[in-house]
């Protein structure tokens, strides 16, 4: 994950130990496209990349359990590793109107950046109005 601020990246990582990174982000929507950016400046990890360009596309209905959709995007928990110690926080939100969406553009080396391989195939892709998102302090599991 990639922060704009330095104290807000090193916060999220402090205290969710997430793996979060300072990077240049550029986001602008223009009625129905939004464009977005992101160079990663960190010092302790590869330099990396990514942008895409997408259109907002109808509603869809309310996810059903069991259905991708609510897998990816219905999570109530977040987890984390630290000193071979497991964590997890709640997470509290309403569930999430999903709209379609087409992919305009798109590059990347994040994956790479890490030595992963390039993903193959078209990227699953959906749109969500941002919500307010609860979430409480880490606990060991």
């Known amino acids: 994950m990639h922060y704009t601020s330095a104290l807000a990246a090193w916060a999220a990582h402090w205290a969710y130990r997430l793996p979060y990174c300072h990077a240049h982000i ?17 010092r302790r990890v590869p330099p990396a990349e990514f942008s895409a360009t997408w259109t907002i596309g109808q509603v869809l209905p309310q996810t ?37 969406a087409e992919l305009v553009s798109f590059h990347s ?16 892709l959906y749109y969500a109005e941002a919500m307010a998102v609860q979430i409480w302090l880490l606990a060991k599991v």
């Open 26 to 42: 550029d986001l602008k929507q223009q009625g129905q496209t939004i464009v977005y950016s992101s160079r990663r400046t960190h």
């Open 64 to 100: 059903e359990p069991g259905s991708l959709a609510f897998f990816l995007t219905e999570r109530y928990c977040l987890y984390a590793a630290h000193q071979d110690q497991l964590y997890r926080s709640r997470i509290f939100h309403q569930p999430w109107q999903l709209y379609q």
């Open 109 to 124: 080396t994040m994956l790479e950046s890490h030595g992963l391989p390039t993903p193959e195939g078209d990227p699953l």
